[in-house]
């Protein structure tokens, strides 16, 4: 879930340290990923939405992670 987060304040804009590289370098999602805790990659992760206009939003989200 925190990648979701990051990836949402990167579709809003954020601050350089939270905006630059791979959501799966930053060091809380790697060491959260290296005790088996979430999601490693994007791929693992689905975003569930009720309607077109939240498909459309998780679609953005996705295209930051």
Do not use: H, K, P
């Not at 804009?13 to 979430?38: M, V």
Request: charged share 15%; proline share 0%.
């Amino acid at each position: 879930m925190n990648a979701v987060g990051i990836a949402i304040l990167r579709s809003l804009g954020t601050t350089s340290s939270i905006s630059n590289g791979s959501i799966w370098d930053l060091e809380q999602i790697r060491r959260a990923s290296n005790l088996g805790l979430g999601a490693t990659s994007a791929e693992q992760i689905e975003i569930i939405t009720a309607d077109s206009a939240s498909t459309q939003m998780a679609d953005e989200i996705c295209r930051f992670m």
